[in-house]
């Protein structure tokens, strides 16, 4: 069996028997739940019972099974001599000398030219951190938590004041959602352990949400934006259908979970309302407490029991708890920021396509000004992170114009657009989607 016929058998991982060589071919028959191979560099890896140790998830890991897997692999390790040791008793084989280094659809020459331009950006040292950026940005949070509190325990709680109050926590706990993203993507600190520990203070403790939920789930839309079975972020429940593919699936088959072709009116009522307020943290205390996740409960029930310690006094235990679902509805901006990056953009089954050609076609920009790069946490340069998933954010707009470059030079499109626009653009493609889930409903 492999390339050349110089291995019959497959080598055990870790058994120092001979490695093996294969074709992509062979290795792609390896991409079930129970069987599980990948390539970095040429090396051919058996991940079948390390994916389940994998910490970044096993189903970020998973999903790359029968595939070349090294620029996902660069992306998101900070330290791959690290990350090799891992790897090491792992190997089965490499790649036969006659196959390419590249499978599916990728295109070799845009690989090479993106890997000389994260070697030209890490040279210029636009993986290093300005420190107190992040400190300032943390500053701001913990000053409007603090004022909010101030106010309304000094002023009162009548409406305008509880108002003015909720408006104040419901802004620092976006800018959190912002920071603790920087943190989760270890984009801050060179040790991966302080980023960590920095994260599950922020989003367990300022927003009673779990490092470990965030890391698999969004890990997995990093590594696989936009297609369908892979990234979590378009798995709408059946209650939205996206793109254009998966609307004529669901009416070819009528499938009619829901009147599809009034998705974007309801969207409003049942989308960044509901998403985090009830959702998301409905999942989040689920997934803490069925996987024994005792390390984030504990920093997520510290959230809670300071808010009700510092509110409870003021408003009563219904009025605390009444205040904090009205501060998350308000800060629904935050999925407003996240899907106008994508929903509008294409969504689609794997293509098994190279890193650049994959995040650009799921990815756009919104323009840049100041207010922009607040409001968003400086994910108006969507394009710049999800190529650069570690990139400290204030550097994305160092590098947006040499990727720019080298999209016009191999015909990738780079979408950029004003923020309003962004936003419509996420009600349009939902109303697009729809009509042709009904056309499909009822002509196919």
């Known amino acids: 069996m492999g390339g050349g016929g110089q291995q019959t058998e497959p080598a055990e991982p870790g058994s120092g028997k001979t490695a093996g060589v294969y074709t992509w071919e062979e290795v792609q028959k390896h991409s079930s739940r129970s069987d599980q191979w990948l390539v970095v560099n040429r090396k051919v890896y058996d991940i079948t019972q390390w994916a389940k140790r994998h910490p970044g998830g096993s189903r970020v890991i998973s999903h790359y099974a029968g595939e070349d897997a090294t620029e996902a692999f660069t992306a998101f390790h900070p330290d ?4 090799q040791k891992f790897l090491k008793p792992l190997l089965v084989g490499e790649l036969a000398a006659t196959e390419s280094s590249q499978d599916g659809q990728k295109n070799a020459a845009i690989i090479k030219d993106f890997e000389s331009l994260r070697a030209e950006v ?4 636009l993986f290093h951190t300005k420190p107190l950026f992040f400190w300032l940005h943390l500053g701001h949070i913990l000053l409007l938590e603090a004022m909010a509190w101030l106010m309304v325990t ?7 004041m509880t108002l003015v109050c909720a408006l104040m926590l419901a802004t620092s706990q976006a800018q959190a959602g912002w920071l603790q993203h920087d943190f989760g993507h270890l984009s801050v600190f060179k040790k991966s352990k302080w980023n960590h520990l920095v994260h599950k203070f922020i989003i367990g403790h300022l927003k009673g949400a779990s490092a470990n939920w965030w890391n698999h789930r969004h890990f997995q839309h990093h590594a696989k934006p936009n297609i369908f079975k892979k990234d979590p972020d378009v798995n709408m429940l059946d209650v939205f259908v996206l793109g254009s593919t998966q609307p004529v699936e669901y009416g070819i088959k ?3 979970h829901m009147p599809y072709n009034h998705q974007h009116k309801y969207f409003f ?3 960044p309302p509901l998403l985090i307020p009830i959702y998301f943290h409905m999942q989040i205390m689920n997934t803490m407490i069925t996987r024994r996740d005792w390390v984030d409960l504990a920093w997520s029930l510290s959230y809670y029991f300071r808010y009700f310690y510092c509110y409870t006094p003021l408003y009563g235990f219904l009025g605390s708890f009444a205040l904090m679902t009205f501060v998350r509805f308000l800060g629904h901006w935050f999925v407003w920021v996240t899907q106008m990056n994508h929903i509008p953009m294409e969504i689609e089954h794997e293509k098994n396509q190279d890193w650049l050609t994959m995040q650009l076609q799921a990815t756009c920009n919104i323009e840049q000004s100041l207010f922009n790069d607040w409001f968003s946490g400086h994910l108006n340069f969507q394009i710049e992170h999800h190529l650069f998933p570690m990139m400290p954010r204030h550097n994305y707009h160092l590098v947006a114009q040499r990727i720019r470059a080298l999209c016009e030079k191999h015909g990738v499109q780079y979408e950029m657009k004003s923020l309003w626009r962004g936003m ?4 349009s493609s939902l109303k697009t989607s729809g009509e042709l889930w009904l056309d499909a409903y009822l002509h196919k």
């Open 80 to 83: 791959l001599k690290f990350v």
């Open 122 to 125: 890490e040279k210029e040292g």
């Open 154 to 160: 000094y002023w009162g709680t009548n409406w305008t």
């Open 254 to 256: 009528k499938i009619k």
């Open 269 to 271: 009522l049942v989308g």
């Open 424 to 427: 419509a653009d996420v009600v």
